[in-house]
């Protein structure tokens, strides 16, 4: 469904966060006398009301019974619609989009292709794996965008044109790409862990939906990794699948960068730090082959990528701590990976955070024989808070295994806990495994506080650099 499709039709709004907000001037833009209704909270309502709009009328109870009096429902990604409400309004004919699907929409061709979109996503490395995608494309001298769920919404950049479009969708929405009647051309997958799953109410849920960039949207060619055993068991016949993670095609023998048996270059000077972001290089350039570029020639240019913030970012050296900033790990299964990449130095690493229910069962298991010297856990005495449950979890393994365990309400209390259970120095590592809410607006407000706290300075961590259009 275009914009103009939207003309004379019942619409609403709902949600006024950065999406939100690019979903309302990208309407008004293009539907200049289209009556709108916003949904949203009432500390929202002042800035919605502020822009003047007098086709744009705002509500705040998003009942199921109002959102059905719409036709079509343009939603914020982070609202389910696996709600009570949207599932009540979807049975009775209200058709939910996202800024995505009208991204989608506008830009396919005359068969359904939007032939230089290379769409990202997965549980973990997507926003690194699109970014490093766009820096090469870049380096390639291609007009590049890289836009999505990393921090600027497509809908942003509905006048823009670019060479070839760098896409990070998150799990709230893949599933817009099918909805939208268009198909990428590339399409990759990094993995599959459990996550969000008070989004998506299931793991079995949240894999289709992450999955329905592949299985719906039928990109013309799939970027898998074979090493993911969910993706490897995975067969689209509407799609050209590109592995890799083995012998096949891109992959790592240790820190040698293959393709097939071609050698590369080594990767351990570059700067991915952990082995799972070296992996995230070897997706890139499967997709650099497949949009028929040189992928070989522009691999050395990985060496000039910037790291993004909030992602196993060593911020620097105070007292003898260094301090890492893991704040976008929102998995046990990131956390796993950020202990690894310091399993050689005595480490305190502080996990927990909002309560979405996920298992920390294998993470308990995983340190029996790879704990690091400390885990602080994070939230005690606070609501909705992960930490109390991963403490209780970890009681027993700490008592057979040696490791320090300790308890903190927040941050602040749990780094001094940290730096404590260091007494010779070591790293101090924010990897809390769980997301921000509740103390924090989001991983970014945290990871800025951790580095204030350190005694760094925020402002200099925040950027991601290359959003836009360059």
Not at 57 to 85: C, D, M, N, Q, W
Not at 156 to 175: F, G, V
Not at 326 to 352: C, F, K, Q
Request: proline letters at 6%.
């Amino acid at each position: 469904m275009r914009i103009a499709d939207l003309a004379g039709r019942r619409v609403a709004l709902w949600g006024w966060g950065h999406e939100g907000r690019a979903a309302h001037r990208a309407l008004r833009a293009r539907l200049p006398d289209q009556p709108l209704t916003l949904f949203c909270s009432e500390a929202e309502a002042a800035e919605a009301t502020s822009l003047g709009d007098a086709l744009l009328s705002i509500e705040h109870a998003a009942t199921g019974e109002r959102l059905a009096a719409f036709e079509v429902v343009v939603k914020s990604p982070g609202i389910s619609p696996y709600t009570p409400e949207a599932e009540y309004a979807a049975q009775q004919g209200t058709r939910f989009l996202g800024g995505t699907a009208l991204w989608f929409a506008e830009r396919a061709d005359a068969g359904g292709e939007v032939a230089n979109a290379i769409c990202v996503t997965g549980t973990k490395g997507k926003s690194t794996t699109t970014s490093l995608l766009a820096h090469l494309l870049r380096a390639a001298g291609l007009r590049t965008a890289l836009a999505g769920n990393i921090g600027l919404p497509l809908l942003e950049l509905l006048e823009d044109d670019a060479e070839a479009w760098a896409i990070e969708l998150s799990s709230y929405q893949t599933r817009d790409v099918a909805a939208s009647g268009a198909r990428p051309r590339i399409a990759i997958v990094t993995n599959l862990h459990p996550e969000h799953l008070d989004w998506h109410g299931s793991e079995a849920r949240y894999i289709a939906d992450k999955l329905a960039l592949v299985t719906q949207a039928k990109p013309r060619i799939a970027v898998l990794n074979a090493a993911d055993p969910v993706l490897a068991g995975l067969a689209l016949p509407d799609s050209d699948i590109r592995w890799y993670g083995d012998a096949r095609g891109w992959h790592l023998r240790e820190d040698a960068l293959y393709r097939g048996d071609a050698f590369i270059m080594d990767t351990a000077a570059l700067p991915l730090p952990g082995r799972h972001n070296r992996s995230n290089l070897c997706a890139v350039l499967t997709a650099l082959d497949a949009f028929g570029l040189d992928a070989a020639a522009l691999a050395p240019h990985a060496a000039s990528f910037q790291p993004l913030p909030n992602r196993l970012q060593p911020l620097g050296e105070r007292d003898g701590f260094l301090y890492v900033n893991d704040s976008i790990s929102t998995t046990p299964m990131a956390t796993l990976a950020a202990l690894e990449l310091y399993a050689n130095r005595p480490v305190a690493v502080l996990v927990g955070g909002h309560d979405r229910g996920l298992p920390w069962d294998e993470f308990a298991e995983a340190m029996r024989v790879r704990a690091p010297r400390a885990i602080i856990t994070m939230g005690h005495g606070l609501a909705a808070q992960n930490g109390p449950r991963i403490h209780a979890l970890l009681e027993p393994v700490a008592a057979q295994a040696g490791f320090a365990l300790d308890a903190a309400g927040d941050l602040a209390e749990a780094m001094g806990k940290a730096r404590a259970a260091l007494p010779g120095g070591g790293v101090v590592l924010l990897s809390p495994g769980a997301p921000s809410f509740g103390p924090y607006r989001n991983y970014v407000a945290r990871g800025r506080h951790f580095a204030e706290l350190a005694g760094f300075d925020p402002d200099a961590i925040s950027g991601i650099r290359g959003m836009g259009i360059a």
